[in-house]
């Protein structure tokens, strides 16, 4: 067998020449949506901070005040001594804004959805999932052992075909993002609720993109498309939402019947198995949910900027999908374009990120431009100027 060296040097430099290789920078925030990264100063359009809260005084007056209060670290899973009152107010509160009966806080998204699958359906039973969904809820399926069918991106008949498939399975779960994170549009819950109703399934929505930034005070897609009582589905429906987005903090939180939340509590290995987040987190996202609720101008910000951004990009021949939130996808094809796009707007003083398989399916690399409340409008003015220019630029550019 050769050596590990030899072998992952020759993996490493086979996505060098697939351009699939990420690199990290080090990054550090300066004014506004302003980054600095290994050392440049870059106006951003990277991240998830949609409502702009990760740098708001307030929550970090909060984690101070946990972290004085109880320490840096929780010491242990929450099911032995990680359990802080922090933690318990938390998942209280969040419980109550979403509407439903009980929620259980998860120290990262990944870890609940990759948790909780496992928890809910196993080897005899089957997952539905949607095409386009985030790669930790497909391990989750994967971990489960279920069947795992996967149907055309938000197609209704698609769905119920597989539910249809399915119906020899003793637990039929379908799992779909409720903002699709690459792509930025919704899922149809209504309708998908409907024919789990039908096909007497489950459904699972993770809401990482939609918690704080859709629905009356951001309280996420299912007031969005008026399920505005989920609690009373939740026979039939689990909510989870991360809080790393635009809660501006960390962690996640799956929320539905209370026999489930305490089942997952039970079975998510990794909820169960795992050092519980510091509770000075659980402090931070507290006030973070005070202000997601009160200060309603964040997403007036965002929709305005959402609108300037679509006109900007309209005169450009790349596909923009029209999107109802804060991710804006420019559609450019294969990974060379994509970078290509990226390195020009980065040499303006941008930083839009190209998205590039297995992130995204082969041949649809693109950028991924997210705005947040943190964005001027004249930032917005800055990025569709500069993509203009390296439109027209690749245009008079013939192929090689
Ligand atoms: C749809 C979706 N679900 C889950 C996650 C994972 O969440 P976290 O970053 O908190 O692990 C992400 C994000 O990055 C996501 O986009």
Redesign the pocket.
């Known amino acids: 067998m050769a050596g590990l060296d030899e072998v992952f040097e020759a993996t490493v430099a086979s996505l060098d020449a697939r351009q699939q290789r990420r690199h990290r920078r080090v990054v550090a925030p300066l004014e506004g949506a302003t980054l600095q990264a290994d050392g440049r100063a870059l106006l951003s359009f990277a991240g998830?901070d949609y409502l702009g809260l990760a740098r708001h005084p307030a929550l970090v007056e909060a984690a101070h005040r946990g972290a004085r209060q109880y320490g840096v670290g929780a010491t242990a899973s929450p099911v032995v001594c990680g359990h802080s009152p922090a933690h318990a107010a938390l998942e209280e509160e969040l419980a109550r804004f979403v509407g439903m009966p009980r929620a259980l806080y998860f120290y990262?998204?990944?870890?609940?959805?990759s948790g909780a699958i496992p928890a809910l359906v196993e080897r005899g039973d089957a997952v539905i999932s949607d095409a386009l969904?985030?790669a930790?809820?497909i391990d989750g399926a994967r971990l489960a052992r279920a069947d795992l069918s996967v149907y055309p991106h938000n197609d209704l008949a698609g769905l119920e075909r597989a539910l249809v498939a399915a119906r020899g399975a003793r637990r039929r779960l379908v799992v779909a993002?409720a903002?699709?994170?690459m792509d930025g549009d919704l899922a149809p819950l209504p309708e998908m609720l409907a024919l789990c109703e039908r096909h007497d399934a489950w459904l699972y929505v993770?809401d990482?993109?939609g918690f704080g930034v859709l629905g009356e005070g951001g309280r996420g897609s299912l007031s969005h498309w008026g399920l505005a009582t989920p609690a009373r589905h939740a026979s039939r429906l689990i909510y989870?939402a991360?809080?790393?987005?635009a809660a501006g903090v960390?962690?996640?939180f799956i929320a539905g019947a209370p026999a489930v939340v305490e089942w997952l509590m039970q079975r998510s290995r990794t909820f169960f198995f795992a050092t519980g987040a510091p509770p000075m987190i659980a402090e931070a996202l507290r006030t973070s949910l005070q202000l997601i609720e009160s200060e309603g101008w964040r997403r007036e910000r965002l929709a305005a900027l959402r609108v300037q951004l679509t006109e900007g990009l309209a005169g450009l021949s790349w596909p923009a999908p029209p999107s109802a939130c804060a991710i804006q996808p420019v559609i450019l094809g294969d990974n060379a374009t994509a970078m290509a796009v990226m390195a020009a707007l980065e040499a303006q003083g941008l930083w839009v990120p190209a998205i590039r398989p297995p992130t995204v399916a082969e041949g649809s690399a693109r950028l991924r431009i997210s705005l947040t409340a943190a964005h001027q409008p004249d930032d917005v003015v800055r990025l569709c100027t500069a993509l203009a220019r390296v439109h027209a630029k690749l245009a008079a550019t013939p192929p090689v």
């Open positions: 998830n990262a998204g990944y870890a609940a959805n969904n985030h930790c809820l993002d903002v699709f994170s993770d990482a993109h989870m991360t809080l790393g987005k960390a962690g996640a």
